[in-house]
């Protein structure tokens, strides 16, 4: 009888155990997710839009509402979201099951390739602050249209990455890559306006591979565009029913001038470099006199907050260093100008955006800082004394999350009066639970 080598042997338990931490990460997120903010305006909005397509079984042309525009997006993708996991089980929790999925497998595929890129970063540090960092955890477990860009987000810059040349790593063929980004191009597209950072950053890379290779970008268009024709499909009925000039108002509208926009540089940098930074005031409260009143009634957890929030501000000021560190691999210099050319973009953007500078407008780039941080934090973890400060910073997270669900879940979340829209869902009378903006297909 032949013994199977020790490391044989022990290969299926590690395999089990991964397995079994990635369902608690799930777990956990769905969980915290139960906890967000739902009866906020914005939130029961999003909901409405599903909740309205299951009731009634009325197609959502339109989705999410732009506000300080007064039109709507267009495509069905929003109520399809929300509404679609509701005829497969008719409870209220059931849209957040899906959203936890969709961003779930998102960001383990981000920590996937940036642990290929960066592969002298501790696994344990990459996957649990991909999964609980206060972006990828508080804004992308909520029933809010934002959250739902993180799934096309990741896609779309993992394949733009892997398209340009001067940043591409061999880790996924071209033709997925494009799959990629046309998929995650159209799918922000149907969810929020931010898609309009995505179409320069798109055409310089196939731009910068038609300079390498004619054919290759060609194929790869090609691909894009089978890409982009997945989540399409729910674009096209409202195409062929209101024509694209309904389309073209509804994601024009908010294009203005407004230049002293330009003026809150600082603001925009902050913000930007916050996605991959433990910013909890964000998640704590909406102000300084809520932040205050929340240290006071979550005492218990007030000390890990705010060495949290400390490492947070010491996280986004590193992060803001790197852009003139010169040292790195050989893909360093291109991965920092990317980064910052995105900041760019954004910021020229508000200039014309009838929108002022605020972190979910721009929630799309959070992959792409991500990226970056990593490659900024990698040498740090040669050092005990930073893999220690990891460990901490990690755990008083853990604690500020914990802290952040239990002072809203009974009071904010769904859970506050969830008989209520158990009670439109099983009468199929969304009305019950709100009335739904009015329809601009209808109006205009």
């Known amino acids: 009888m032949i013994a199977m080598p020790a490391a044989s042997r022990s290969w299926p338990r590690r395999r089990g155990l991964v397995w079994l931490l990635l369902a608690a990460a799930l777990l956990l997120r769905l969980a915290y997710s139960l906890t967000t903010d739902f009866w906020i305006e914005d939130m029961r909005q999003i909901f409405l839009i599903g909740l309205r ?151 310089a890379a196939f731009i910068l591979l038609a300079l390498r290779s004619r054919p290759l970008a060609a194929t790869s268009a090609l691909w894009c565009a089978l890409g982009a024709a997945i989540p399409g499909v729910t674009l096209v009925p409202t195409l062929v029913k209101f024509g694209p000039a309904a389309v073209a108002r509804g994601t024009g509208a908010g294009v203005t001038m407004d230049w002293t926009h330009l003026l809150r540089l600082p603001e925009v940098v902050a913000r930007y470099l916050s996605f991959a930074s433990f910013e909890a005031p964000r998640f704590v409260g909406a102000g300084t006199e809520a932040r205050l009143l929340f240290l006071a009634e979550q005492w218990w957890a007030a000390p890990f907050v705010v060495f949290a929030t400390l490492c947070g501000i010491a996280q986004a000021l590193y992060l803001f260093l790197g852009f003139f560190r010169r040292e790195g691999p050989p893909e360093w210099p291109a991965v920092k100008t990317f980064t910052l050319l995105i900041l760019a973009l954004i910021y020229l953007s508000f200039a014309f955006s009838v929108k002022a500078p605020s972190s979910h407008t721009f929630y799309v780039t959070l992959p792409a800082v991500m990226i970056y941080s990593f490659y900024v934090w990698q040498p740090l973890f040669a050092s005990r004394l ?54 601009v297909w209808k109006e205009r």
């Open 386 to 439: 930073v893999r220690i400060f990891a460990v901490a910073l990690l755990a008083s997270g853990a604690v500020t999350h914990f802290a952040i669900a239990k002072d809203r879940v009974f009071e904010r979340s769904l859970y506050a009066d969830r008989p209520l829209v158990v009670r439109a869902i099983k009468e199929r009378n969304y009305h019950l639970l709100g009335e739904r903006r009015p329809d």
């Open 53 to 203: 397509f299951y009731t009634t079984g009325e197609w959502p042309y339109f989705g999410p509402d732009v506000v300080y525009t007064q039109t709507q997006i267009p495509g069905a993708l929003q109520g399809v979201l929300v509404g679609g996991p509701l005829w497969i089980v008719a409870q209220p929790e059931a849209p957040y099951v899906l959203l936890n999925l969709l961003s779930f497998g998102a960001l383990s595929l981000l920590a996937w390739y940036i642990g290929r890129r960066c592969p002298e970063v501790p696994r344990w540090f990459l996957w649990i602050w991909i999964f609980f960092a206060p972006w990828t955890l508080g804004f992308s477990t909520e029933i809010n249209n934002p959250s739902y860009v993180l799934t096309g987000a990741v896609l779309f810059f993992v394949g733009v990455y892997e398209l340009t040349p001067a940043l591409r790593r061999e880790i996924i063929p071209h033709r997925i890559a494009g799959l990629m980004a046309g998929f995650g191009l159209l799918w922000v597209y149907q969810l929020h306006l931010s898609f309009v950072l995505m179409i320069p950053i798109l055409a």
